[in-house]
């Protein structure tokens, strides 16, 4: 059984019963999951989760589907990382990453796929679709395959070939749209409404969107059911980060969460930053451009939930923090360098904001935070290769090795080493 009571109009209310809808009929406004959290608060205990799956699906009570299909690829349930090199490196005390780059398609999609793709098989679709900026396809043609069914997936003609071979290598048909993101997207609502296909972040959007909520359920229940007090959380469309809230929220209502909500802070590239832009003036409007960042997956220029990321970074007491073109790089680096991670450049975005937020002063020193790391590096080489110290390249010889590495060793490195070296035979000579 679910607990869901209807999908119901984030704008006025309006209830409708479950199916592949999405928008409200009356005014136009979004639509999403409601639940009887009464009955979940009757029936839900931390020690039943914890007896449960290790993957997004110990929390089924409080997603929109009855049980994992038999096709799920075993999202979720991903490590959350103490990193106190990044902490040290940054000025905080207490930070967390929560490591989404171990997902079966290496990316968070494969969470809010999982949800989607079951209800797809639940109302009998026989083909999976998506716009995407590169990880949502691969997601979709990933769980298509497992699942037997048609996958389509239209991604802007310009990804990142880590991103179009993911995709491609699980057999789903690659619409290659010669156009940014928004382009293709309103393209798939076209093709939408005429094929009649499960688009899983158009009209299976309510239900997809609620798998992004389990990243505030696994943080909380691996804190031991605490929130943080700070998480930051990437955004394109703005869904994943007004779910995450929505999570904490949820939690709060059927009392499984100890303590306050975090406040939740945003980050975005200067080249597509349109939630940052209105965030910084005091607007709620949401003004669309035209996307020119190297974090692609974050290259929505329209965002769908914009809106309601505004809100939630609002009344949380958080921000929307918007980092330079080339700190993204940086960010990808640091992270790789001081904790072994090597993640995408959604990420180099998440950890660029996460200096900017310590060094003004934005996040307390003493703040338990969390970043969120939501995709894979090896899926965007290309973005950071050009700033990695290159390789010594020798002829197979220790000679040829040693010149090189003489060349490489500043003179202030080779003292300290010399010394080293004599210590090392001093002991030698001791024994
Ligand atoms: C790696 C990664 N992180 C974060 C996001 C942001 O997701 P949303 O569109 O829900 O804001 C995306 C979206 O594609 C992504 O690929
Ligand atoms: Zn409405």
């Known amino acids: 059984m679910t607990y869901v009571k209807a999908l119901r109009c984030r704008e006025c209310g309006r209830e409708y019963p479950q199916g592949p809808a999405y928008v409200c009929e009356f005014c136009f406004g979004p639509l999403e999951v409601a639940y009887d959290y009464q009955a979940i608060q009757r029936d839900i205990s931390r020690k039943a989760i914890a007896a449960g799956p290790g993957s997004i699906w110990r929390y089924q009570a409080l997603l929109p589907v009855q049980r994992a299909s038999q096709a799920d690829l075993g999202a979720g349930w991903t490590p959350l990382i103490k990193a106190n090199n990044l902490a040290r490196a940054l000025g905080l005390r207490e930070l967390y990453l929560k490591n989404d780059c171990v997902n079966p398609t290496y990316s968070f999609k494969d969470r809010v796929v999982a949800v989607a793709a079951a209800k797809a098989l639940e109302f009998g679709f026989d083909t999976l679709a998506c716009a995407s ?37 699980y057999g789903a048909t690659l619409v290659s749209v010669q156009g940014n993101y928004d382009q293709a997207n309103r393209l798939a609502s076209e093709v939408a409404d005429r094929y009649g296909w499960a688009f899983v972040n158009i009209n299976l959007r309510p239900y997809y969107a609620e798998g992004s909520k ?115 790089a940086q960010g990808v680096a640091l ?23 310590a060094n003004r002063g934005k996040i307390g020193r003493d703040e338990v935070t969390v970043a969120y790391i939501t995709g894979n590096g090896l899926k965007t080489q290309e973005a950071v290769a050009g700033a990695l110290a290159p390789a010594l390249v020798i002829s197979p010889t220790l000679t040829s090795f040693e010149q090189a590495l003489a060349g490489q060793i500043s003179p202030s490195d080779r003292s300290r080493e010399a010394e080293a070296n004599t210590h090392t035979r001093r002991e030698s000579f001791q024994k």
Request: proline letters at 5%; one cysteine or more; a negative charge.
């Open 335 to 357: 992270l790789a360098r001081t904790e072994g991670l090597f993640a995408e450049t959604a990420a180099g975005v998440t950890v660029a904001a996460l200096q900017q937020l």
């Open 214 to 328: 389990t990243l505030a359920f696994e943080v909380a229940e691996q804190l031991g059911w605490r929130a943080p007090d700070h998480v930051v959380v990437p955004i394109a469309s703005g869904s994943l980060f007004t779910k995450i809230w929505k999570g904490w929220n949820e939690l709060a209502e059927v009392g499984l969460l100890d303590g306050q909500r975090p406040r939740m802070t945003g980050a975005q590239a200067a080249g597509c930053s349109p939630v940052a832009a209105a965030f910084a003036t005091g607007s709620w409007d949401i003004r669309p451009v035209k996307p020119w960042s190297i974090a692609k997956s974050l290259a929505i220029g329209n965002p769908a939930d914009g809106h309601y990321a505004l809100k939630v970074a609002r009344e949380s007491g958080g921000y929307i923090e918007m980092v330079q073109e080339q700190e993204i």
């Open 133 to 169: 900026t590169g990880n949502l396809a691969a997601a979709v043609s990933a769980q298509a395959a497992k699942a037997g069914l048609r996958a389509y997936v239209f991604i802007p003609a310009d990804l990142e070939q880590g991103k179009i071979v993911g995709a491609a290598v």
